[in-house]
DNA sequence: GAGGGTTTGTGCACTCGTGCACAAGCTCGG
DNA sequence: CCGAGCTTGTGCACGAGTGCACAAACCCTC
């Protein structure tokens, strides 16, 4: 009898993933998957999927394999997209637009309930389409903002200069969730969660993998130890 | 004495930051840094800095500390920032302007080598200031720009149904690194390396933990089992 | 030149994540 | 009603990552 609570963070990591990957099942018409496949098309090993499922509850058949709505239900309840969750956006740049506009929000239970940006030419206009129109509102006018629409979460998208001072900003208004997309690591209480997304990080990962790569086939072409790079100079 | 080759992922992973936190150590004119405060700065414990640190080789000095200089430009030359790296980005909506706008691209080896777009109304359009300036091709073009560019790394912008096919026009060109923002699980060979950053998953991340604290504090106020949630309702 | 103070580099232990392999349990046909 | 054939759920072992704690090594002062 494990108590349901404390699902670990890599699971947690992966729910939305399979939450995806069953949204498509559902509108293909499959009524039921089994754990072969559903972890093929979510990239991962069939084993940890179960295991993952598993932190959840009983929800499968043995023989048989998941029902694919049940299964959509318990992941949705437990990563608590029963309920809505009111998003903050600050800053209104090519990121912070992207994320307005980003059509996966509502289906997945997050409402924006504020865009803020320091820009005089930005502040008055509207972004996002139909129903989820939204005013750019003053920066200056961040805590009346939180105040109005009790966001849970804010997303930083401003400089990097910035962003430590909205993020006290946030906190103190009450937001007690951020995703930070500055290239900046926030100071925050304890009592705060911080996610972070870094592009340029991102891209420096593949280019230390891309050039391991590299050097490995030269060196099973031409099979000179590394010992003299001393001279650095140009890779061409 | 270790091969220096062969550092854990999860250095590499940090690499990056520690890079970023130097450079600004070095714009502030610190000459030197103790692994005490770079961990602070860098939000991360020192023992582990010190300990990923010496995957590069031995650059501190006991009792004194890490000599910036010197350690930027190690850890630069062990991300590959010493030469520098062609992307190509597929998809200019908001995320991709982002990418192509964003202004750590040059100083870290970046360089944007083609813009690509299957939307005619974008194509032709030009993005990026000064230098970086770039004209988006038609998506059809895709292999020509791969070819005339020879960028290592892809970036995958588009919406979730075209990825997966810009994909295996990426691989097959030659692009053996990819980013993808498009919210699937994309199919690769071994030899190409993947790496996902999906905007909603970081923010339901987040709402599961700020869920789990809510129920936390609800359990305290009101202690009653959550036995009974037999009545689920419509899942029409 | 020697000793105190400071900081690096690392051995060690612990935790967490992953995947194999198999028992438990379901369905369906005879 | 029973057995064959699947598929789930999980015990177990292995590997990776993390952080404490300490020896090794350096600088500076006297």
Known sequence: MTVRRSIPDATVARL???HRVLTGLVDS???TVSSEELAADS????AMLRKDLSHLGSYGTRGVGYDVDLLVYQIARELGITSEWPVVIAGVGNLGRALANYGGFDSRGFRIVG???ADPQVVGRTFGRGARAQIVHDLS???QVVADGQPAIGVIAVPAES???VCDRFTAAGVSSILNFAPVELVVADSVEVRKVD???ELQ???FHEQQRRQRTDRELIDVTDANLAGVGDRT
Do not use: C, H, K, W
């Open 16 to 18: 939305p993933i399979y």
């Open 29 to 31: 018409g499959v009524t």
């Open 43 to 46: 990239g991962v090993n069939s």
């Open 115 to 117: 865009l803020l940006d």
């Open 141 to 143: 006018d961040l805590e």
């Open 163 to 165: 962003a430590q001072s």
């Open 199 to 201: 592009l340029a990080t």
């Open 205 to 207: 990962i593949l280019a």
